[in-house]
């Protein structure tokens, strides 16, 4: 059974940062893309960025683009998420979750819909 465990979050003043991991179990990690999503209240999950399998390859939504830097460790199986200059609308819950198909080639991005395997999530409070 696949597990993500996201965690990191918290309560930040914005301009702020934080830096959120994911540990990821049940799967040959190294395999398959990584990507974060959140989901703000009253709002639909979006996604945030994502990592190719073998991490050379990343994408990110135009919202935190140039702020956010996904990265991973494959040998800890574990992805994280670097957020500096944080804003108030960068309040959410943030998953991670993995993609469904190993070894896919293309950019995260493009493919995000096809990523599962929800952990619980972890809260990230940016104040104004």
């Known amino acids: 059974q696949v597990q993500m465990v996201e965690s990191g979050g918290g309560l930040v003043q914005a301009g702020g940062s934080l830096r959120l991991s994911c540990a990821a179990s049940?799967?040959?990690?190294?395999?398959?893309?990584m990507g974060w999503f959140r989901q703000a209240p009253g709002k639909e999950r979006e996604f945030v960025a994502g990592?190719?399998?073998?991490?050379?390859?990343?994408s990110y939504a135009d919202s935190v683009k140039g702020r956010f830097t996904i990265s991973r460790d494959n040998a800890e199986n574990t992805v994280y998420l670097q957020m500096r200059s944080l804003k108030h609308e960068d309040t959410a819950v943030y998953y991670c979750?993995?993609?469904?198909?190993?070894?896919?080639?293309?950019?995260?991005?493009?493919?995000?819909?096809?990523?599962?395997?929800w952990g619980q999530g972890t809260q990230v409070t940016v104040s104004s």
């Open positions: 979750a993995g993609d469904s198909f190993p070894y896919r080639l293309g950019t995260p991005g493009d493919f995000s819909a096809d990523f599962g395997d």
């Open positions: 049940g799967r040959t990690f190294s395999r398959y893309a």
């Open positions: 990592i190719n399998w073998s991490g050379d390859k990343t």
